[in-house]
């Protein structure tokens, strides 16, 4: 078998993609079409800056070579053609999925101990506890928070569990649902719970490490736009994570989404938002108990 070797682009390749990728950040025209179609279809606000100009050619560059669009206004037409597909991988390509597993990890700790005050209680009943995590992105936070519960004493044997973990991205939604992770990815989770709740799977050149089926199988995945969905939930919930998503939309969409996350919830449940976030706030039906957690009254 001969080597193969990876020979680096021309330059002349290099300098067109260069060219195209700052002809984007000038295009601040087709930007304003884009960010108008964004925030219709996500409620995403991005002013027209150069900070977000450069961020869109960034994250749209590679899908419009994919489909050989030149232009924004190609782009633009396209979308608002209803071309359901190049609609979803747009929203990927905006959406922005920093995450880790047990981010901002004092919410982790009122979180076990809402727990256990509930369990010191006895306050279980024949009814399902109900979690909602309403942005999970690529799925660390809703299986950091199922560790908390399980790891916490979570009574499974008599009390149902029933977890709910949506976002509005698709694809990033398919990667919680098979919940592997790089080692990378994993180092924030404690050993206990890496050994409790993982199982590594070798190749040849590295490892990965895989949410074990009994657990994944106690979180369902769907697709659900803060902005545009309607909630139609049989049951309001114990249990509501809503955290750094807010930031990118308008103040009064910021609240209009908590006001509704809040009406999800039962009394005395909690609602945990980001850090950040908590001048977004203006509900009077929660009290706050930590910083950016609440609970409703």
């Not at 027209?48 to 190609?74: F, P």
């Not at 098979?178 to 709740?197: G, W």
């Not at 609240?255 to 009394?267: F, G, H, N, R």
Request: charged share 25%.
């Amino acid at each position: 078998m001969s080597n193969i070797v990876f020979k680096a682009p021309p330059v002349d390749f290099i300098e067109t993609g260069k060219k195209t990728h700052e002809h984007l950040i000038a295009d601040k025209a087709g930007f304003e079409k884009l960010a108008e179609i964004v925030k219709d279809l996500t409620g995403i606000s991005l002013p027209n800056n150069e900070k977000n100009r450069t961020l869109m050619a960034g994250r749209v560059h590679s899908l419009m070579s994919k489909y050989q669009y030149k232009t924004y206004a190609e782009l633009a037409t396209k979308l608002m053609s209803g071309n359901k597909t190049l609609q979803e991988s747009f929203i990927s390509c905006l959406t922005t999925n920093t995450t880790h597993f047990f981010r901002e990890g004092a919410h982790y700790d009122v979180l076990k101990k809402y727990l256990q005050e509930r369990m010191a209680v006895r306050e279980f009943t024949t009814s399902s506890f109900r979690v909602w995590c309403s942005a999970a992105s690529s799925g660390q936070e809703p299986y950091s928070i199922l560790m908390t519960l399980l790891s916490g004493g979570f009574p499974i044997d008599r009390q149902a569990l029933e977890f709910l973990a949506t976002d509005i991205d698709l694809e990033i939604l398919k990667k919680a649902s098979q919940a592997n992770y790089s080692e990378e990815e994993i180092k924030t989770v404690p050993p206990e719970m890496k050994q409790a709740y993982f199982q590594p799977i070798k190749d040849k050149t590295h490892t990965t490490y895989k949410v074990l089926p009994q657990f994944r199988k106690m979180i369902n995945f769907a697709r659900f736009n803060l902005i545009q969905d309607k909630p139609a939930f049989k049951e309001k919930f114990d249990v509501i994570f809503c955290r750094n998503v807010l930031i990118y939309f308008e103040k009064e969409v910021s609240t209009a989404v908590i006001d509704m996350l809040i009406s999800q919830l039962k009394p005395g449940g909690l609602i945990f938002l980001g850090h950040v976030e908590t001048g977004l706030l203006k509900n009077k039906n929660v009290r706050p108990i930590s910083h950016a957690v609440y609970k409703k009254v």
